[in-house]
């Protein structure tokens, strides 16, 4: 069973930086797609970022050039750079993995295991 623990949410006034963190627990995949999503009151899950296990990365478009997803294996653990902050990046924000070689999407029909969501709040 995998556990997902996210870190480093908090309160930064547009223009600023945070770093998200997601521990991985339990057991790990070969072959895997990781992604973050987010989730604003009143409005849907949406895919921010995505890494596989070939190190292929994907990013919505209203987060290019300002977040950066990343990974070490060794300490098992998936992060989110965030840059450039706005307002409109003001939700909550989850790790989710799925197991398998088939391409990362930003879907959220298309992972398994989702952690609790760490909150990321953005003044003007």
């Known amino acids: 069973q995998v556990q997902l623990v996210e870190s480093g949410g908090g309160s930064v006034q547009a223009g600023g930086s945070l770093r998200l963190s997601c521990a991985v627990l339990?057991?790990?995949?070969?072959?895997?797609?990781m992604g973050w999503f987010r989730q604003a009151p009143g409005k849907e899950r949406e895919g921010v970022a995505a890494i596989d296990s070939d190190g292929l990365i994907i990013y919505a478009d209203s987060v290019k050039g300002r977040f950066t997803i990343s990974e070490d294996n060794a300490k098992n653990t998936l992060y989110l750079q965030m840059n450039s902050l706005k307002p409109e990046d003001t939700a909550m924000y989850y790790c989710?993995?799925?197991?398998?070689?088939?391409?990362?999407?930003?879907?959220?029909?298309?992972?398994?295991?989702w952690g609790q969501g760490t909150q990321v709040n953005v003044s003007s």
């Open positions: 339990g057991s790990t995949y070969s072959s895997y797609c």
């Open positions: 989710a993995a799925r197991r398998g070689t088939a391409r990362c999407t930003l879907d959220r029909g298309d992972f398994q295991h």
